[in-house]
């Protein structure tokens, strides 16, 4: 396995192949399964663009091509920053077939976020749109390549600038397998990085490998009954593990049904798509799904052919769930999930105040579920406790994190995730708070601690930093920050432009700051969130 990775115990892994939940499938071979079984069928719609699932194929052979002949290597690291195109597709399939390894960025990152994500996997090359919505990523590109050596490459999806083009390089015609090392990677090895929605300073790498993946869309797509017939619209960015694979645009391609690739979640646009390519399933946040109820009830677009819409990545309001199948026609799933791994849906046949109340059950038998105290002993059964688990796909370390997985792992290999849940009578979850520092807005994870970082080291005139969330009706929470200041402290906008020019991604900046003159502490002296918390409560209540 590659350097940096936790491996799982060989008899753990042994008896998942002997499960059969392990096969020994690569990705870029089940690419080529998959055009074999579905041809000319269509694989993806991005714009008025359709590509079928023989294109799709050659293409990712072409860039694994054109990726070795510009030096790519089996093992390389490749940053991909691209928005919902079938580009990020075949780059992804053609990096799976060299056994090279994409690491997922989002569109919205900038410097701060890339250059760490470049730097800590070591990449090689980075992969970046020219313009996408009025920022240009070659100017990020250059920066990025200027302060990290690593990085020898930049290939641009439109107009390069200075740097490669991506469509010459998908021109390079016969496949290429790198001399020194098979043309296709192991199935244990790892095939790309997720981006961890963790708590630390920055954020963490998860291997996701061939075959722990190639499981997780198998079980996902099983529980969603897809099929030849199900279009599905990638509506979150497709970097998300929740549309790229749960069962989203792998679990689809896998059945051999449609992915429809939506530029924004803007309901214009995602109910013109479900209309036109009569898409049957989709996912999203709820924010997202609470603007596609409002619009829903005015829209005079056909969305008759949605079957299933999954909501998940936050908390889901009961009375924004009861709404879905009223309002839109069709059955509502609850989705919980990790990038790190479980997955916990509700099924289609579950009665309905389940489907409204709890976020499901684990996707896979194998899934091991502990649900603990703040000394890791187990809860009383329907107690609220940390949840904790392991199983056939879900990490067993982050990437070169050792001292960090000796905290987020228990000794016997289960994810500590920082989140607080309950299980019902009937054996479903309940997502109840979190243990972790994080603000879920929207459906993005802001890391507290990071923010608060930039916020102190940005302004003279502040001194401490705390970051709560603040609850919110259509983003669930906003970021607040807190200062202690030191002298005159900056006003929000200010301040927002400060963190912006250090390179960080706007939907981790602060919605609102408020000044206070020292921080409550806990008993053991750490900044009392909690308290902090109420009284954030009550200055927007007096306000
Ligand atoms: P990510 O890895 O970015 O998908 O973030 C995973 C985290 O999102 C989980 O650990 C939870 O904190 C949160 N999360 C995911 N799904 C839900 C849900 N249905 N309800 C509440 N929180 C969720």
């Not at 250059?115 to 996997?121: A, D, E, I, P």
């Not at 549309?243 to 803007?266: D, I, K, M, Y």
């Not at 309002?327 to 105040?353: H, K």
């Not at 703040?374 to 056939?392: K, M």
Request: glycine fraction near 8%; charged fraction near 25%; hydrophobic fraction near 40%.
């Amino acid at each position: 396995m590659l350097d940096g990775c936790v491996p799982w115990p060989e008899a753990t892994a042994a008896a998942y192949r002997e499960a059969g939940y392990w096969r020994g499938e690569t990705l870029g071979q089940l690419l080529r399964d998959w055009a074999a079984a579905y041809d000319g069928r269509t694989a993806l719609v991005g714009g008025d663009r359709r590509v079928t699932y023989t294109e799709l194929d050659a293409w990712a052979d072409r860039l694994a091509a054109g990726f070795a002949a510009r030096g790519i290597r089996p093992g390389d690291r490749v940053v991909v920053q691209l928005p919902n195109t079938p580009e990020f597709v075949a780059v992804c399939f053609g990096l799976f077939r060299l056994g090279a390894l994409p690491v997922f960025a989002l569109p919205a990152h900038r410097h701060h976020e890339i250059s760490h994500l470049c730097s800590h996997s070591g990449a090689v090359a980075y992969v970046v749109p020219d313009v996408h919505q009025g920022f240009d990523h070659r100017e990020l590109a250059t920066q990025v390549r200027a302060s990290v050596p690593t990085v020898r490459e930049v290939f641009v999806l439109g107009d390069p600038g200075p740097h490669s083009s991506l469509e010459e390089l998908s021109a390079t015609e016969a496949p290429v397998p790198a001399p020194d090392a098979p043309a296709d990677a192991s199935p244990a090895d790892p095939a790309f990085f997720l981006l961890s929605g963790g708590t630390t300073a920055l954020p963490k790498l998860i291997p996701r490998t061939h075959e722990d993946y190639a499981y997780q869309i198998r079980a996902a797509s099983e529980v969603c009954e897809l099929d030849g017939d199900t279009v599905y619209l990638a509506v979150l960015p497709i970097e998300f593990n929740f549309t790229w694979g749960c069962p989203g645009v792998l679990g689809t391609l896998s059945t051999g049904g449609t992915v429809v690739l939506a530029r924004t979640p803007n309901p214009d646009e995602c109910f013109a798509l479900i209309e036109r390519e009569k898409v049957t399933m989709t996912s999203c946040v709820p924010t997202i799904a609470h603007m596609w109820l409002d619009a829903a009830e005015w829209t005079e677009r056909d969305l008759s052919s949605l079957s299933v819409l999954q909501i998940g990545s936050a908390k889901l309001h009961p009375e924004v769930a009861a709404r879905v199948t009223p309002t839109l026609g069709c059955r509502l799933q609850q989705v919980f999930g990790m990038a790190e791994g479980l997955l916990t849906f509700t099924r289609y046949d579950d009665p309905l105040d389940r489907v409204l109340t709890t976020q499901g059950r684990p996707i896979s038998p194998a899934d091991e579920i502990r649900v603990v105290d703040s000394e890791d002993r187990p809860v009383a059964p329907g107690e609220t406790g940390e949840l904790l688990t392991r199983g056939p796909y879900t990490l067993r370390g982050y990437y070169r994190a050792e001292e960090h997985n000796a905290r987020a792992f228990s000794e016997d290999g289960f994810y500590r995730s920082g989140d607080l849940v309950r299980f019902t009578e009937d054996g479903d979850m309940v997502v109840q708070g979190r243990v972790k520092d994080v603000v879920i807005r929207g459906g993005d994870k802001v890391s507290a601690t990071e923010v608060e970082r930039h916020v102190t080291a940005a302004h003279d005139g502040i001194q401490q930093a705390a970051v709560v969330a603040m609850p919110d009706e259509l983003m669930g929470e906003r970021v607040c920050v807190f200062v202690v200041p030191a002298g005159e402290p900056p006003r929000l906008p200010e301040l927002k432009r400060l963190l912006r020019a250090r390179g960080l991604a706007e939907y981790k900046l602060p919605d609102r700051l408020e000044v206070i003159d020292a921080f409550p502490l806990t008993g053991l002296g750490k900044v009392d969130k909690k308290a902090l918390a109420v009284e954030l409560a009550q200055r927007l209540a007096a306000a």
